[in-house]
């Protein structure tokens, strides 16, 4: 069985400062690997996807993720926040062979003007 | 697009009510799902299918069956609401091993 554990709950940036969510994960095989993100009031949308190609992964809007089996993390990072960024972020893991996925419990971000 | 839609935005009922949230994909997808979404707590897997007339039961599945008779329609049923299951339910659909396509929710209250 898979499981996520997103480390922290809360993050607030300045904007045009990096962002940091960082996704620690445990799963059985090789995993597959998500973050979303859901704005307020909006639904959840893709981010990026790690499925066993490159470790480093580039998402839309500028997000990029790592793959690192060694640390079984997936830390998602942007180099220069905006403040659109501002929304909810969940990393998911998926055993390779298994049709469920694992949420984590999300990350707020804010991004102070 | 794809697009996965939800019968109900709001839904209020009292408990001890059997409730259906339905939920229909238009992209043949085999594989569908249904979370709930609490604060602090994430999205958690309730039931899912991978094909018509299966299911498997997510992290959560107590108080709640589900019924996939058509490849496009997966319902989620509170046999007998309760207030703990007040809560935001999603649905999403997915080919095996893509992402997931959610539907805009159901945020549903029992009083």
């Known amino acids: 069985a898979q499981s996520v554990t997103q480390l922290d709950s809360h993050v607030s940036v300045s904007e045009g400062t990096p962002v940091l969510l960082r996704c620690n994960y445990s799963?059985?095989?090789?995993?597959?690997l998500f973050w979303y993100v859901q704005h307020p009031n909006k639904g959840l949308q893709l981010l990026l996807k790690y499925t066993s190609a490159a470790t480093l992964v580039k998402g839309i809007n500028g997000f990029e993720a790592e793959f690192k089996k060694s640390e079984t993390s997936f830390h998602l990072t942007k180099p220069s926040a905006h403040m659109s960024d501002a929304a909810e972020y969940f990393c998911v893991v998926s055993d390779r062979d298994d049709y469920k996925l694992s949420f984590g419990a999300g990350t707020t971000v804010t991004v102070r003007a | 697009d794809v697009k996965v839609t939800q019968s109900s935005r709001y839904l209020v009922k009292r408990t001890g009510e059997k409730v259906f949230l339905e939920c229909v994909q238009d992209?043949?997808?085999?594989?569908m799902f249904w979370y709930r979404q609490d604060p602090g707590l994430g999205l958690r897997l309730i039931y899912f299918s991978y094909d018509v007339k299966m299911k498997e039961k997510g992290d959560i599945p107590e108080g709640y069956s589900v019924s996939r008779e058509k490849k496009e329609r997966f319902s989620l049923i509170l046999e007998s609401a309760s207030t703990n299951q007040t809560s935001m339910y999603l649905c999403a659909s997915s080919l095996e091993g893509e992402k997931l396509f959610f539907g805009s929710g159901t945020q549903l209250s029992v009083l």
């Open positions: 799963s059985s095989y090789s995993p597959s």
């Open positions: 992209m043949d997808h085999e594989n």
